[in-house]
Nanobody
């Protein structure tokens, strides 16, 4: 079982920045991928960005150039630096962990609200 602890959400004005953090805890970590998804009211959950074990990074088109995902070493955490935030970025952001056995785990989510 993998536990994910997220932090960093909150209220920010348009154009502002936030950094989300997610740490994974388990007796043994075998990370295939870690990343962030988001779900806005009335919409489906969607990928924001993730990092694969080989180092490849994927970004959704709507965050390219504004958000940056990075990890620590040794790898047990992933971070999402969000800059130039827009009202349409308002959503609950979920941390996701995928094991080398293709098991997927989710954090509880952290709310990001972009509003003036």
């Amino acid at each position: 079982q993998v536990q994910l602890v997220e932090s960093g959400g909150g209220l920010v004005q348009p154009g502002g920045s936030l950094r989300l953090s997610c740490s994974a805890a388990a007796s043994r970590l075998n990370i295939a991928a870690m990343g962030w998804y988001r779900q806005a009211p009335g919409k489906e959950r969607e990928l924001v960005a993730n990092i694969l074990r080989g180092g490849r990074i994927n970004y959704a088109e709507f965050v390219k150039g504004r958000f940056t995902i990075f990890r620590n070493n040794p790898w047990n955490s992933v971070y999402l630096q969000m800059d130039s935030l827009k009202p349409e970025d308002t959503a609950v952001y979920y941390c996701n962990y995928v094991s080398d056995r293709d098991l997927s785990y989710w954090g509880k989510g952290t709310l990001v609200t972009v509003s003036s």
